[in-house]
């Protein structure tokens, strides 16, 4: 069965840094999303990205699928405050009925 | 559009009691889904369904009952509580079937003592 791994599991970073969080699969990832989770609520969808080499950004927060379409990085410009939360991968399973298999998530933290 | 909806957002349940979880869309949404989360194991899917009449298990499904008699509701249920149970509980809702976006519910906290 498809498994993601998601790199590192809960970062520290001071505001103002860049922060770069992987999402690595064992098979070929034919649809990848990215959520964002606040604790206490429900997951924001990010973005989602279907083809190799696609980038996508959104205000300061950019997210790649490699060539090969095994792994996924979500890199943040200049970080705030407002992004702390917990950072989900999710993708297809592969199979007919488009369910998703989630990443274990990466808890961000943001001194001010 | 209030999206997905999710009610009750927390709940105390004493083993072997029974409830239902509830989980409404506004969006016409065929693909609906229950997902359980657990520190350290991430978001498991339990049951999903892709359209009115037509549920399928997840991965997780003992212990958890699922109909959808309409397009908008999506209700789970705990048959027998367990305090295995204890999780953070999702619905999710999509247009379709792969390639589409799933959009979360706020989720419900139970507690099974």
């Known amino acids: 069965s498809q498994e993601l791994e998601q790199s590192p599991q809960s970062l520290i970073v001071q505001e103002g840094k860049n922060l770069t969080i992987n999402c690595t699969s064992s098979k070929t990832l034919y649809g990848l999303y990215w959520y964002k989770q606040k604790y206490g609520e429900g997951l924001i969808f990010l973005m989602m990205l279907q083809k190799g080499g696609e980038e996508k950004s959104h205000e300061k927060i950019t997210a790649k699928l490699d060539e090969k379409k095994q792994q996924s990085s979500l890199h943040i410009t200049a970080s705030q405050p407002s992004h702390a939360g917990i950072y989900l991968c999710g993708a297809d399973d592969g199979g007919s009925q488009g369910n998703l298999i989630f990443g274990k998530g990466t808890k961000l933290s943001v001194k001010p | 559009n209030a999206g997905v909806t999710q009610t009750p957002k927390f709940q105390v349940l004493k083993t072997g009691q029974s409830m239902t979880l509830q989980c409404a869309q506004d969006m016409n949404h065929e693909y609906m889904s229950w997902y359980r989360q657990d520190p350290g194991m991430g978001l498991r899917l339990i049951h999903y369904?892709?359209?009115?009449?037509?549920?399928d298990q997840g991965e997780v499904p003992n212990g958890y009952n699922v109909s959808r008699s309409t397009t908008e509701d999506f209700p789970l249920r705990l048959l027998s509580a367990a305090p295995s149970q204890t999780s953070v509980y999702f619905c999710a809702s999509s247009y379709g079937r792969g390639g589409e976006t799933q959009y979360f519910g706020p989720g419900t906290r139970l507690l099974v003592l």
């Open positions: 369904s892709v359209g009115a009449g037509i549920t």
